[in-house]
C-alpha cells in the first residue's frame, strides 16, 4: 500500500519570507501522480499544485513550487514571499493511477504558520 | 451551486444513534467521494461513487457505515449505531469524470461529534 509521510507536524515562516514543506511517499509503482492541498480553518480542502511522476519538470504556480526527486521519493512544497493567507494545514496527497481513479492517500498533514 | 455543498455543517449525536450526512456535487460531476478526516490527521478514503454505481467501498470502517447516491447526484453518508471512535469531519468531494487530470473539488465537511 501506498504511505505518505510528513514529518513536520508544524513551521512558522515571516511574511514575506519562503519556506519548505517536506513529503516523502513510498510507491512501487513508475506512474502515479502528487498533489499538495492547503486546509484553512473552513475545512475546505484546495488544490495548490500537481505533478504528474512522468514529468521531470517541477510544477510551478505563481508563488507555489515543488521540488520533485523520483528516486528519491521526495515531494517538497516551496512557498515564496509568504502571505497571511497561506496560514493553513497543507497535506501531500499520492494518487495512483492504476487504482480507483482519483482515490487520494494523504500525509498527516503541515500546519504553517506565518507570522508578521 | 459553485461549489460541492454539505450539511449539516456540524452534527452532534449521542452514541448508538443513527446519522445521515449529506452531500450535493458539482451538477453534471460523474464521481464523488467520501473521506473521513479524525483530528489532526489527513483525510482517510472511504468510498467512490461513479455515477449511481459504488464502485469502491473499500474504506468503509464497519458495516455500520452505508452510502448511497440513487440518482446519480445527491449522496448520503449513514452512520449506524455511531460510536465515539466516529467522532471526525466527513468530507464529500466530486469531479467531473473519473479521470486521473480530472481535479477533485471538496466540500467543507460536517463534523460529526460522538457524545
Known amino acids: 500500500a501506498q504511505t505518505v509521510t510528513q514529518s513536520q507536524p508544524e513551521m512558522s515562516v515571516q511574511e514575506a519570507e519562503t519556506v519548505t514543506l517536506s513529503c516523502t511517499y513510498d510507491?512501487?509503482?513508475?506512474?502515479?501522480?502528487l498533489f499538495w492541498y492547503k486546509q484553512p480553518p473552513s475545512r475546505q480542502m484546495i488544490l495548490v499544485i500537481r505533478?504528474?511522476?512522468?514529468?521531470?519538470q517541477n510544477a510551478t504556480e505563481n508563488r507555489f513550487s515543488v521540488n520533485f526527486q523520483k528516486a528519491a521519493k521526495s515531494f517538497s512544497l516551496k512557498i515564496s514571499d509568504s502571505q497571511l493567507g497561506d496560514a493553513a494545514m497543507y497535506f501531500c496527497?499520492?494518487?495512483?493511477?492504476?487504482?480507483?481513479?482519483?482515490?487520494?492517500?494523504f500525509g498527516t498533514g503541515t500546519r504553517l504558520q506565518v507570522t508578521l | 451551486g459553485a461549489g460541492v455543498s454539505q450539511s449539516p455543517r456540524y452534527k452532534v449525536a449521542k452514541r448508538g444513534q443513527d446519522v445521515a450526512l449529506r452531500c450535493d456535487p458539482i451538477?453534471?460531476?460523474?464521481?464523488l467521494f467520501w473521506y473521513q478526516q479524525a483530528l489532526g490527521q489527513g483525510p482517510e478514503f472511504l468510498t467512490y461513487?461513479?455515477?449511481?454505481?459504488?464502485?469502491?467501498k473499500s474504506g468503509l470502517p464497519s458495516d455500520r457505515f452505508f452510502a448511497e447516491r440513487p440518482e446519480g447526484s445527491v449522496s448520503t453518508l449513514k452512520i449506524q449505531r455511531t460510536q465515539q471512535e466516529d467522532s471526525a469531519v466527513y468530507l464529500c468531494?466530486?469531479?467531473?469524470?473519473?479521470?486521473?487530470?480530472?481535479?477533485?473539488?471538496f466540500g467543507n465537511g460536517t463534523r460529526l461529534t460522538v457524545t
Open positions: 468531494a466530486s469531479s467531473l469524470a473519473g479521470t486521473d487530470n480530472s481535479p477533485l473539488h
Open positions: 510507491t512501487s509503482e513508475s506512474d502515479y501522480y
Open positions: 505533478q504528474e511522476a512522468y514529468k521531470q
Open positions: 496527497a499520492y494518487r495512483d493511477p492504476t487504482g480507483t481513479a482519483s482515490k487520494l492517500t
Open positions: 451538477s453534471g460531476h460523474v464521481s
Open positions: 461513487f461513479q455515477n449511481e454505481a459504488q464502485l469502491d
